[in-house]
């Protein structure tokens, strides 16, 4: 069986969130936001979710929902397994729901039907004083990035990431609409955000913007 999470706690200036890096590369984050009333958010929902379950229950903490960033299998199929509301942009649904071919294309697997039966909300529908739901599509139809303002914090998903971008040759995505994102969305983000990414590591976003060859490429393209 793969291994399970290995814990990686990144600390802020008031220890609110907290990251896990599945088997899968994916990173699943808890933030409790500083204004929340100690309510705190699941970040995707990676499969072998149960270190972060444990984790959850150990430190008795109150979860509000868990936040997809988008529908693909390492950022969604631990969703069987979670006990709560789950948000998502209802555009990547059918990926979320229906993983088979995903899993198929990734690892070659062959499945029975694993699809998922429980509700699932539009993420632009919350209504928070402590998020921004901004929506970027072009790694898939429905790839959103979530902003905390308090925090000072963006979970960007797979559209960015430190060194490069997300694909766009996967289901539903698409790279005019990730071009449109980079110049549209990823730009509007605070430079002294820190961005915390669906795989690897965080950085700032003026350092990204900086450095990130891909995302050079495509400003003002």
Do not use: W
């Not at 793969?2 to 808890?30: K, R, W």
């Not at 006990?83 to 993983?99: C, F, K, M, V």
């Amino acid at each position: 069986m793969f291994s399970t999470f290995n814990v990686q706690i990144q600390e802020l200036s008031v220890n609110d969130l907290f990251v896990f890096t599945s088997f899968t590369t994916s990173n699943c984050y808890i933030v409790t936001p500083s204004l929340s009333d100690g309510i705190s958010y699941v970040i995707d929902l990676p499969p072998d979710l149960d270190p972060v379950l444990d984790y959850i229950k150990k430190e008795n903490l109150s979860i509000g929902g868990a936040l997809l960033t988008h529908g693909h299998f390492d950022h969604a199929l631990g969703m069987s397994s979670f006990d709560g509301s789950i948000y998502i942009d209802l555009n990547d649904e059918q990926l979320a729901r229906n993983p088979e071919e995903q899993l198929k294309s990734f690892m070659g697997l062959n499945l029975d039907s694993i699809t998922y039966q429980g509700e699932l909300n539009e993420v632009k529908d919350i209504n928070s004083d402590e998020l921004v739901v901004h929506s970027n599509p072009g790694h898939t139809k429905g790839s959103s990035s979530f902003e905390f303002p308090s925090l000072g914090i963006v979970f960007t998903g797979d559209f960015i990431f430190k060194d490069g971008i997300g694909r766009t040759d996967l289901l539903t995505g698409d790279t005019n609409e990730m071009i449109h994102s980079i110049n549209n969305v990823f730009t509007g983000f605070h430079d002294d955000y820190i961005l915390y990414p669906g795989h690897g590591d965080k950085d700032t976003v003026k350092s990204i913007k900086n450095n990130n060859i891909l995302v050079r490429e495509y400003l003002n393209d």
